[in-house]
């Protein structure tokens, strides 16, 4: 199943800076009409999209419909305010979307935008009637629907009266599950309705286009997206200005604020509190600054809200992945900072899985480039090739007996690293091929051919491993180099490039710009990194939940596709199948497998549920077994890893806290486990490949 996600590219400007953006203002109903501008920008994007896109999309009827049912979605995702009446009266527009793109008359996005901003203010209307009688009998044994994104559209205003009655009632529920007084719980959603009918009176003309551009752009495929010029400025405002984040990759999903990912080096990945899934419900400013509820928010307006001076402090309300919508919160506090290159760096350990075999392991968590320092003529610029070059000479020296790579959570960066990086381990030959939208093919080269490390070898990674990692995991792979290990990787195969739009213009009046995919990666063998990802050699059981992860969850993601290999040398196989059998053998012993495994299978559970019961009596019996079974699950892996068991989940933040230089704390553990099994597959492979007298020895 695809995830429905609302995607926009303000979700990557909060990685390292700020905006300046106005005080927003209500605007007028009337003044949401396209002007000039916009009807000439329609046209030039509906031209490059045609002309210049990898995908050379046609701008036709079936487009229409595709864009018609994206739009409607970008602004209703969770069906909440349109009924099927409305979507009835908007049909007429169904299949002259096209048209609208190549004529400029942008009348359908407005006509429809206005309808939705009306049902809103009623909406919002009955939620605070409903708020303010708040008679609600928690012992009525009945089900709210959180997730309505795949639902019909309510027949009539009646079915939506009730659908809203339910979500208050599960608002001042879960409220009320979490301690809060009932002034407290009136005061906060009184503020979460509220600021749903005001940020959309806030939305201009401007806005409307670029949700209306970008449901023709993501109907086309997922990473080709517009940037209205009040966007772009911003964007290039922040990148100039010290104004820091927390670097985390944010997305709008339904009505939350989402982390995607998280960035090495960043504040939130060295919190060691944040990770994919987890959704921000609140930001607070400073130590005592008013905790906001940013539920219903716009994504750019929480963004705007979390980002701030370096070295400032920003406060998060955290719903955790684990915890489902229905779950307990808990804070999270940051300090912003910028993304430093050295806190990114690959860094290397020694690890020793069995009697007499040493393996180094090399982190890698980006493939980054000192480009300003490169430029400066700077002979000691900071790379990733570099940083890896003098780690692998230093592990030749302690006489490792193999390395592994470790390229987890990795989501890529420069290419050109990745490909010298492959070049460490190769004497010459291709790494990757990239076609472009003509279909012209180039292919990246090892450029050195020194092979600064030529012994057993292995790739871990996991299924968000992606784009550049994607690219050395795969070409190790197809020469034979060495095992990959680990979790199918995340499938992002394709190139974007920025363009602005004004070029296409005599007088080059700012009209924004459009983030377009451009070229798609094939690996040396001629197959795709794209949607499938890099398949690694030995899979680990916790892959179920990755086949719904990355470009594969993704709607209208490049399909997987191949061409003619590149031709390159085989550098050896190594005997897979005996290898499995081990390992599968000491994972289905091993504690901390056990634990992975339960942990993958219960947020997969989380994840296809869509109901909660309004039943206050069930919801905290669902609560209490929840942390039950998550506390015994984490008890059992810190037995067997020699740690004290927590006599609540709570305890582990304040063990963090008191204990911030044990290196074998909980989640370092949780980490090692799949490193530890790594280790143990490629010492197998290193005993199997020795002489046999030295193995009797």
């Not at 705007?304 to 915890?323: A, M, Y």
Request: glycine letters at 8%; one cysteine or more.
């Amino acid at each position: 199943m695809k995830r429905r996600i609302t995607s926009c590219v303000a979700s990557i400007v909060c990685l390292l800076a700020g905006s300046l953006a106005a005080k927003p203002v209500t605007v007028s109903i009337d003044e949401l009409q396209a002007n000039s501008q916009q009807r000439q920008t329609a046209l030039i994007i509906t031209q490059v999209m045609e002309k210049f896109h990898y995908r050379k999309p046609q701008v036709n009827d079936e487009m229409s419909i595709e864009m018609f049912d994206r739009y409607l979605e970008s602004l209703d995702a969770n069906r909440s305010f349109f009924t099927a009446r409305d979507i009835a009266a908007f049909e007429r527009y169904r299949l002259q979307l096209d048209d609208s793109l190549r004529t400029g008359k942008l009348d359908p996005a407005f006509t429809i935008f206005r309808r939705f901003r009306e049902l809103v203010e009623q909406r919002v209307d009955y939620a605070m009637a409903l708020l303010k009688k708040n008679k609600f009998d928690f012992d009525v044994d009945e089900e709210y629907q959180f997730d309505r994104s795949e639902a019909d559209w309510a027949v009539d205003d009646a079915e939506l009266d009730d659908l809203w009655r339910k979500r208050v009632k599960n608002d001042i529920l879960s409220l009320r599950l979490a301690g809060k007084a009932e002034t407290e719980i009136t005061d906060t959603l009184s503020k979460r309705y509220e600021s749903i009918s005001r940020r959309v009176s806030q939305m201009d003309a401007e806005d409307v286009f670029q949700a209306y551009i970008n449901a023709f752009t993501l109907s086309v495929e997922p990473h080709t997206s517009y940037m209205s010029p009040r966007l772009a400025e911003n964007f290039d405002i922040g990148m100039r200005l010290s104004l820091q984040g927390i670097g985390a990759v944010l997305r709008s999903t339904n009505e939350f604020t989402e982390i995607q990912s998280t960035v090495p080096g960043g504040p939130a990945e060295r919190s060691g509190e944040l990770g994919g899934g987890d959704r921000i419900v609140g930001v607070g400013q400073d130590g005592d600054g008013e905790m906001e509820d940013v539920i219903g928010w716009r994504l750019q307006d929480v963004v705007d809200l979390i980002r701030g001076p370096k070295g400032s402090t920003v406060r998060l309300n955290i719903l955790p992945k684990s915890q489902g919508v229905g779950g307990r919160t808990r804070e999270v506090v940051l300090v912003r900072d910028e993304i430093k290159l050295e806190d990114k760096a690959a860094k290397s350990e020694i690890i020793e899985p069995s009697k007499g075999v040493k393996v180094g392991v090399i982190e890698i968590p980006a493939f980054y480039r000192d480009f300003a320092g490169q430029a400066a003529g700077a002979d000691d610029f900071r790379s990733t090739t570099r940083d890896v070059r003098r780690l692998l000479d230093e592990l030749q020296a302690a006489h490792v007996d193999g390395v592994i790579i470790d390229l987890r959570r990795n989501g890529g960066g420069s290419l050109s690293e990745a490909t010298e990086l492959t070049g460490l381990f190769i004497e010459r030959g291709p790494v990757v091929q990239v076609r472009d939208s003509s279909g012209k093919v180039e292919v990246e080269r090892d450029p050195d051919p020194e092979q600064v490390y030529a012994g057993p070898l292995a790739v871990l990674v996991d299924r968000n491993s992606a784009s550049a990692s994607e690219i050395f995991a795969g070409a190790i792979q197809d020469y034979g180099r060495g095992l990959i290990l680990g979790e199918p990787t995340f499938g992002k195969g394709t190139v974007q490039t920025l363009v602005d739009l004004g070029r296409f213009l005599r007088d080059r009046e700012d009209i924004g710009r459009l983030r377009l995919t451009m070229a798609q990666f094939f690996r040396i063998e001629g197959g795709s990194t794209q949607h499938r990802g890099v398949t690694p050699d030995i899979v680990f059981p916790t892959s179920k939940g990755a086949n719904q992860h990355g470009e594969r969850s993704l709607d209208n993601a490049l399909p997987w596709a191949s061409i003619k290999p590149a031709a390159h040398a085989q550098l050896g196989t190594a005997p897979v199948p005996a290898l499995v059998d081990a390992s599968q053998r000491r994972i289905a012993n091993n504690p901390g497998f056990r634990f992975l495994v339960e942990e993958e299978d219960d947020l997969i559970s989380l994840d296809e549920k869509k109901t909660v019961s309004l039943r206050e009596a069930v919801r905290r019996a669902e609560w209490d077994e929840r942390e039950k079974a998550r506390l015994d699950r984490r008890n059992r892996l810190r037995a067997f890893r020699g740690l004290a068991p927590l006599a609540s989940l709570d305890d582990e933040k304040e063990e963090d806290d008191v204990a911030d230089t044990d290196k074998d704390d909980d989640k370092e553990g949780i980490q090692r486990i799949m490193l530890e099994e790594s280790a143990n597959i490629l010492s197998d492979q290193i005993v199997a490949q020795r002489p046999r007298t030295a193995q009797l020895n």
